[in-house]
T-cell receptor, first 114, second 113 residues
Framework: DTGVSQDPRHKITKRGQNVTFRCDPI?????LYWYRQTLGQGPEFLTY????????KSRLLSDRFSAERPKGSFSTLEIQRTEQGDSAMYLC????????????FGPGTRLTVT | AQTVTQSQPEMSVQEAETVTLSCTYD???????LFWYKQPPSRQMILVIR??????QNATENRFSVNFQKAAKSFSLKISDSQLGDTAMYFC??????????FGGGTRLMVKP
C-alpha cells in the first residue's frame, strides 16, 4: 500500500505565473485535504473533498486558488498569477470518511515564487 | 472555531533523557480528537499519537505518552529515552468535526548526543 504522493516536490516560478500541483491519496481514502505551511509555522487548512465534492473552503483560499478532484481520486491545486506571499509548502492529506479524524500526509510541494 | 497553542518554540534534550512538550487548546465542542504530529527536517509529517477526548485514559505509543487534562484543555507529549531520530518539529493538532485539523505553531526539538 503506497502512501499519499504529491507532484512536483519542488516548484520555482516567477511572480505572475500559474502553477498546478497534484496529489494522489491513499487508494481507498475518499477524503482529501489541502493545507498550506509557511516556514516555521504549523499547517493551515485550505480545503477538503469528499469523493469529487468540495465540501469546505478556508478564507485563505483566495480567488486565485482553485482545487479540483474530478473523479474522486487524485486532486489538483492551481494557483493563478502567483505572488511572493504564495511561497510555502503545500501539503495534501487523505482519510476515510468513516475515520476522518485520522489524516495521512504526503511529502508536500514546496513552492518558491521569485 | 478552535485554537491550538504551543508555548515552547524550541527545546533540547540529551539523548536517553525525557522531555515534555506542552500544548493547550480551545474548543467549544465536547467530542474531539487531539494529535501530536512529527515533522523531521525535509521529511513528511507523521502521526505520533492521538487521544480521543471521551477517553480518560492517557494514550501511550511505545516511548511516547500524553498527559491529557480535559478540564484544563491541556495536552502535553512526553518522550522517554529520547533518541537522535526524535529530532524534528512537533505539532499539536485538534480535529473536532471530522474535517480539518487545526495545528499549533510547533515546537522544534533537538536531541543532543
Amino acid at each position: 500500500d503506497t502512501g499519499v504522493s504529491q507532484d512536483p516536490r519542488h516548484k520555482i516560478t516567477k511572480r505572475g505565473q500559474n502553477v498546478t500541483f497534484r496529489c494522489d491519496p491513499i487508494s481507498e481514502h475518499n477524503r482529501l485535504y489541502w493545507y498550506r505551511q509557511t516556514l516555521g509555522q504549523g499547517p493551515e487548512f485550505l480545503t477538503y473533498f469528499q469523493n469529487e465534492a468540495q465540501l469546505e473552503k478556508s478564507r485563505l483560499l483566495s480567488d486565485r486558488f482553485s482545487a479540483e478532484r474530478p473523479k474522486g481520486s487524485f486532486s489538483t491545486l492551481e494557483i493563478q498569477r502567483t505572488e511572493q506571499g504564495d511561497s510555502a509548502m503545500y501539503l495534501c492529506a487523505s482519510s476515510l470518511a468513516s475515520s476522518s479524524y485520522e489524516q495521512y500526509f504526503g511529502p508536500g510541494t514546496r513552492l518558491t515564487v521569485t | 472555531a478552535q485554537t491550538v497553542t504551543q508555548s515552547q518554540p524550541e527545546m533540547s534534550v540529551q539523548e536517553a533523557e525525557t522531555v515534555t512538550l506542552s500544548c493547550t487548546y480551545d474548543t467549544s465542542e465536547n467530542n474531539y480528537y487531539l494529535f501530536w504530529y512529527k515533522q523531521p527536517p525535509s521529511r513528511q509529517m507523521i502521526l505520533v499519537i492521538r487521544q480521543e477526548a471521551y477517553k480518560q485514559q492517557n494514550a501511550t505509543e511505545n516511548r511516547f505518552s500524553v498527559n491529557f487534562q480535559k478540564a484544563a484543555k491541556s495536552f502535553s507529549l512526553k518522550i522517554s529515552d529520547s533518541q537522535l531520530g526524535d529530532t524534528a518539529m512537533y505539532f499539536c493538532a485538534i480535529n473536532n468535526a471530522g474535517n480539518m485539523l487545526t495545528f499549533g505553531g510547533g515546537t522544534r526539538l533537538m536531541v543532543k548526543p
